[in-house]
């Protein structure tokens, strides 16, 4: 019988001061919370899940400062490993928001013990901000490297309570409009939105966002042969009833700022002009299968969440519009 010594297998050494690491690293965070220090929630992580958590903060690093520099190649590395520590985090994460140093902090900062929704807020003020949060992120990780973990925490605890703050304030949907916007401007080379997202109140957002949601869905549910029909079906339903409730000043604003006249330039064509919409009405009867595609994985990374995806999806359709025959 072949035995593990004959094989020779060399065995990584754990290291017991990462279960130390994230005691400071969760110390420091509860201090800047003006919160007594954490027992429960430390002893959620165990050697092995400690050194994963700062791996998973390293990894979150990375996505930012790729996302924030255009590196569109690399996210997708970057999310790939994300979603690898995320499900190998997934019994600590559970673990730490059933403690009762969670509910601690839930109530310090007046948000919902659903631990769901509070991974959605997060999520989502990452997308939306991830160019104001690169720095920072940034950092966290400088203090990890130089064994800073208290400062690590600290840093890590104002970057969750703004997440959380800002969400309150903003909603949901004026998030998603600007993440939307970043992976759309972001993959045409265009700077990240701004001027026109001020244009916009958090009702308005969620109508326009509804609509996006709304067409991407009901062209999804048809075979592709009918995308062009269920998208012009959908448009005499449903969808032109949402985009007239938003204001004329606002379409206004949104079309004259500087985000979408670089929009407009970027992809060749102005994008509120009448040759663009016959165009796109040309593209979905002339491009069933490839217009079906693209509106599907916008659908696809709405429903999880993930708005840079569905912006940059959107993108890639734009420019395929704008340059049909």
Same mark, same amino acid.
């Given at each position: 019988?072949?035995?593990?010594? *004959?094989?020779?297998?060399?065995? &990584?050494?754990?290291? &017991?001061? $990462?279960?130390?690491?994230?005691?400071?690293?969760?110390?420091?965070?509860?201090?800047?919370?003006?919160?007594?220090? &954490?027992?429960?929630? #430390?002893?959620?992580?165990?050697?092995?899940?400690?050194?994963?958590?700062f791996r998973k903060l390293r990894t979150i690093n990375d996505l930012l400062q790729h996302s924030k520099a255009n590196k569109n190649l690399k996210l997708h590395t970057d999310y790939?490993?994300?979603?690898?520590?995320?499900?190998?985090?997934?019994?600590? $994460?559970?673990?730490?928001?059933?403690? /009762?140093?969670?509910?601690?902090?839930?109530?310090?900062?007046?948000?919902?013990?659903? /631990?769901?929704?509070?991974?959605?807020?997060?999520?989502?003020?990452?997308?939306?901000?991830?160019?104001?949060?690169?720095?920072?992120?940034?950092? #966290?990780?400088?203090?990890?490297?130089?064994?800073?973990?208290?400062?690590?925490?600290? #840093?890590? %605890?104002?970057?969750?309570?703004?997440?959380?703050?800002?969400?309150?304030?903003?909603?949901?949907?004026?998030?998603?409009?600007?993440?939307?916007?970043?992976?759309?401007?972001? +993959?045409?080379?265009?700077?990240? &939105?701004?001027?026109?997202?001020?244009?916009?109140?958090?009702?308005? %957002?969620?109508?326009?966002?509804?609509?996006?949601?709304?067409? *991407?869905?009901?062209? +999804?549910?048809?075979?592709?042969?009918?995308?062009?029909?269920? %998208?012009?079906?959908?448009?005499?339903?449903?969808?032109?009833?949402?985009?007239?409730?938003?204001?004329?000043?606002?379409?206004?604003?949104?079309?004259?700022?500087?985000?979408?006249?670089?929009?407009?330039?970027?992809?060749? #064509?102005?994008?509120?002009?009448?040759?663009?919409?016959?165009?796109?009405?040309?593209?979905?009867?002339? $491009?069933?299968?490839?217009?079906?595609?693209?509106?599907?994985?916008?659908?696809?990374?709405? /429903?999880?969440?993930?708005?840079? /995806?569905?912006?940059?999806?959107?993108? $890639?359709?734009?420019?395929?519009?704008?340059?049909?025959?």
């Amino acid at each position: 019988m072949l035995s593990l010594k *004959s094989l020779s297998i060399s065995f &990584p050494k754990i290291d &017991p001061s $990462h279960h130390k690491d994230v005691d400071e690293f969760w110390t420091g965070a509860f201090e800047n919370f003006n919160l007594q220090k &954490p027992t429960e929630l #430390i002893e959620c992580f165990g050697t092995v899940s400690g050194q994963v958590f700062f791996r998973k903060l390293r990894t979150i690093n990375d996505l930012l400062q790729h996302s924030k520099a255009n590196k569109n190649l690399k996210l997708h590395t970057d999310y790939a490993q994300l979603e690898v520590f995320m499900q190998a985090l997934s019994h600590a $994460h559970t673990c730490m928001f059933h403690s /009762h140093d969670f509910d601690r902090l839930a109530d310090s900062l007046h948000i919902s013990h659903d /631990h769901e929704v509070i991974k959605k807020a997060t999520y989502l003020y990452y997308q939306a901000k991830y160019a104001d949060l690169a720095d920072d992120f940034g950092q #966290i990780v400088e203090e990890i490297d130089n064994k800073n973990y208290n400062n690590a925490g600290k #840093i890590y %605890a104002e970057l969750f309570k703004r997440s959380v703050e800002d969400y309150k304030k903003r909603g949901e949907d004026l998030l998603a409009y600007q993440a939307f916007g970043n992976g759309l401007s972001g +993959t045409l080379g265009a700077a990240l &939105p701004s001027e026109s997202v001020d244009c916009y109140k958090e009702e308005h %957002a969620k109508l326009l966002m509804d609509f996006f949601r709304g067409i *991407s869905d009901a062209v +999804t549910d048809a075979k592709w042969y009918r995308a062009d029909k269920a %998208a012009a079906d959908y448009w005499e339903q449903e969808g032109r009833d949402l985009l007239s409730k938003i204001p004329s000043k606002v379409w206004r604003c949104d079309m004259k700022s500087k985000d979408s006249k670089e929009i407009s330039e970027k992809i060749g #064509i102005e994008l509120g002009s009448q040759q663009f919409r016959e165009k796109m009405w040309d593209y979905m009867s002339d $491009h069933n299968i490839m217009f079906y595609s693209y509106v599907k994985y916008i659908s696809t990374e709405l /429903h999880k969440g993930d708005y840079v /995806h569905a912006g940059a999806a959107y993108a $890639h359709l734009l420019e395929a519009i704008a340059k049909s025959a």
